[in-house]
């Protein structure tokens, strides 16, 4: 079946403008997860959501940044104003949110903010 | 102190050759442990979940240590295949959120 897709895979913009990044979950995930990934780092974790519950954002790094889930299932994550510092593969992640943990990936946008 | 740490690696190992990683983690609430795997340039994904009496899935092998707090991957006749990194993760029950807790990842290469 369909996985996890986010577009655009690959966004380059100048530092000031502000970018949109969008992800589709597997159908039937409740649970949907933003992670951010710097070059040769860890994932950091940025936001949460489940089903209609009020977001976990306290992975947002400053208040540029925000995100959106609309009908329980597309998610667009927005930065605003761009810095070189917002460089990074942004990977968001899908689960069933009830009794599994696994959560499934999509491919990532990577973003370079020139 | 990093909610989980992994050493970084690289380990250059020959095909053939037993690896293990070792991963610790700092809160001891933590409920669920997972090996992620990451290609290069690509998104992580799924090797194996972590349970309290030690897991096997073919050549990789996954044990739990509640008391000392760490986790390990053991892989046995290691393929070329195997080149990747290997992500240690961990879910931490009091964070109130689902949200998965990543170490920064080991580094595997296979030689032939």
């Known amino acids: 079946g369909a996985g996890v897709s986010q577009s655009p895979s690959n966004k380059v913009t100048e530092k000031g403008k502000d970018v949109e990044l969008r992800c589709d979950p597997i159908s039937g995930h409740t649970a949907l997860y933003w992670y951010r990934q710097s070059l040769g780092q860890g994932l950091e974790f940025l936001i949460y959501?489940?089903?209609?519950?009020?977001?976990?954002k306290s992975g947002l790094p400053s208040d540029r940044f925000s995100a959106e889930r609309t009908g329980g299932s597309v998610s667009t994550l927005t930065i605003q104003r761009t810095q070189q510092e917002d460089s990074a593969v942004y990977l968001c992640?899908?689960?069933?949110?009830?009794?599994?943990?696994?959560?499934?990936f999509g491919p990532g946008t990577r973003l370079l903010v020139l | 102190r990093k909610e989980v740490e992994q050493d970084p690696g690289p380990f250059n190992v020959p095909e053939g050759a037993t690896v293990a990683f070792n991963c610790t983690y700092s809160n001891s609430a933590s409920q669920s442990f997972f090996w992620y795997r990451q290609d290069c340039r690509k998104e992580p994904k799924l090797l194996m979940s972590v349970y309290s009496s030690g897991n096997e899935d073919g050549r990789f092998t996954a044990q739990l240590n509640r008391a000392s707090q760490y986790i390990s991957l053991l892989i046995r006749d290691s393929k070329l295949s195997d080149s990747a990194t290997y992500l240690c993760?961990?879910?931490?029950?009091?964070?109130?959120?689902?949200?998965?807790?990543f170490g920064s990842g080991t580094r595997l290469q296979v030689q032939p």
């Open positions: 993760v961990v879910n931490i029950a009091n964070t109130g959120r689902r949200a998965l807790t």
């Open positions: 992640a899908s689960s069933l949110g009830v009794s599994g943990e696994t959560q499934y």
């Open positions: 959501f489940q089903g209609n519950s009020a977001p976990d």
